[in-house]
């Protein structure tokens, strides 16, 4: 239980979302309202809720003497079944000079959604509501973490008939299963099926891992199970559209065609001059940053929701965003540190088959992938919590967006000085000429940077040649314009 001196602090505290404060005695549909909303934890931050009666909403004191029938009826709230499942609670007495306190300390519930009366209620920081129909599921969501998870559950209107069974047995059970084992497994396709959690014997029907891993047609089953690829002309919704696809179908066969797709429609690279004789290819955005990215999603979004995986191209960006938002053990707070699987069976599946590696490095390759490309940092959005969404902006180096007119112009200018002195050295050298020399007739006053830039890539391409071969460095040393 929290002692009187963390009970002061919690007066002023500003964590609104765990701490409601009253001077009200008698209203019990407000106590029980509370109790229930500290134990459904929707924000999901594994912290006790603390119900404070005789504290104003400032933190100070009403002068409320606490007396046994109060603190008799306080507790009841525990065991009267107006809240189920039971809520896990504490109840105390502190007093203090300017009046007393009965603080009521709430645990998060381990089975969600908690309901009083029939509503579930939760806390929106320092208000106290009725959770909606997705807020509910959230709760839901919570409760499967430590039971079933959605993937591993029966989809009860599927029949082994709409899974691609000889895909499961040519191709996945061989990559997860030892050959010699599986030489010698005489079971049917479903109890195979059923020993890697695709299938449940006891309702004769395939799991949810199933049916989105090798379902024929996913999204006949879940609605949201499909991705949806937009590429805007401009900055917003509102723009013209300038290509529109739909990816659907069982993971094991659209990932494959997913890959592909931002390979040769997505991602685009251009030559950049970077000096008068050498370019260097840069991309608007590194192929596998945006896979991996595209690989989470499918991994960890929330399969009972309507709404698809969306992928929209911007003229400034491209967004990833798909239901469901951080789960389990990942907070906002720490993430990308720590991860959890709302869909174990699906994250290993497609670990087996090589789309991810399972081990908490996706984001930081992403990152790393980015940075290497010239790309700004990427932007995760991970405090909503139906969704998450991730932001990437395209790379600084190619910068095919609004400065590209800017940046040829600059690079157009770079090189076709470049290719003016070049031509002016050759010219001079018609006889051998010191470097010294040289630098002079083209204005040029730095002697290691003329020979690097100019000199040693003009001697690497046979233009010019040395006087003294044998010895290049030689005090002596002149350059001769080679012969045509």
Do not use: W
Request: proline fraction near 6%.
């Amino acid at each position: 239980m929290i002692t009187k001196e963390e009970v002061l602090q919690l007066l002023s505290s500003t964590e609104t979302y765990r701490i409601e404060r009253t001077t009200s005695i008698r209203d019990m549909d407000k106590f029980q309202e509370a109790i229930c909303a500290f134990s459904n934890d929707l924000p999901n931050s594994r912290k006790k809720g603390y119900l404070i009666i005789g504290a104003y909403d400032d933190g100070s004191l009403s002068g409320l003497k606490v007396d046994d029938n109060l603190l008799k009826n306080i507790s009841s709230i525990r065991s009267n079944g107006n809240i189920l499942p039971v809520p896990v609670m504490s109840v105390d007495r502190f007093e203090y000079n300017d009046g007393d306190l009965l603080v009521v300390e709430v645990s998060p519930s381990f089975v969600p959604p908690v309901r009083y009366r029939g509503r579930t209620f939760i806390r929106i920081g320092p208000r106290r509501d009725v959770a909606s129909e997705t807020e509910e599921r959230i709760l839901m969501e919570k409760r499967t973490s430590f039971m079933a998870t959605f993937d591993a559950t029966p989809c009860f209107s599927a029949k082994i008939s709409d899974i691609d069974t000889d895909l499961i047995k040519n191709e996945y059970l061989p990559k997860i299963i030892d050959p010699e084992l599986l030489t010698d497994d005489d079971r049917d396709i479903k109890e195979q099926m059923a020993s890697i959690h695709l299938y449940d014997m006891e309702h004769d029907r395939p799991t949810n891992a199933a049916v989105i891993l090798f379902g024929k047609d996913p999204k006949f089953f879940m609605h949201g199970a499909y991705v949806q690829y937009v590429h805007f002309a401009g900055t917003d919704n509102g723009s013209e559209i300038l290509n529109e696809r739909v990816l659907k179908g069982g993971l094991a066969k659209m990932l494959p065609v997913l890959e592909s797709f931002v390979r040769d429609a997505v991602v685009t690279s251009r030559p950049v001059p970077i000096s008068m004789l050498r370019e260097q290819t840069v991309y608007n955005y590194p192929e596998l940053a945006l896979r991996e990215l595209l690989m989470n999603a499918c991994m960890h979004r929330d399969y009972q929701s309507n709404t698809p995986i969306r992928f929209y191209q911007y003229s400034d960006r491209i967004e990833i965003l798909n239901a469901g938002g951080l789960y389990g053990e990942a907070r906002p707070e720490n993430f990308p540190t720590v991860n959890d699987y709302r869909n174990p069976i699906i994250a290993e599946a497609m670990k087996a088959l090589r789309y991810v590696n399972m081990f908490n490095r996706g984001i930081d390759r992403v990152m790393t992938m980015l940075k290497e490309n010239g790309n700004p940092e990427p932007i995760f959005k991970v405090d909503k919590i139906t969704v998450f969404e991730a932001i990437v902006k395209p790379s600084l180096s190619i910068n095919l967006v609004n400065n590209e007119e800017k940046v040829t112009k600059l690079v157009t200018k770079t090189v076709t000085k470049q290719t003016e002195i070049v031509n002016e050295i050759l010219a001079f050298c018609g006889m051998p000429r010191t470097l010294t020399e040289i630098m002079e007739h083209v204005g040029l006053k730095h002697r290691s940077n003329t020979k690097q830039r100019y000199i040693d890539p003009l001697l690497q391409n046979g233009f010019l040649i040395m006087t003294i071969p044998d010895k290049p460095n030689s005090r002596n040393q002149r350059y001769k314009r080679a012969s045509s």
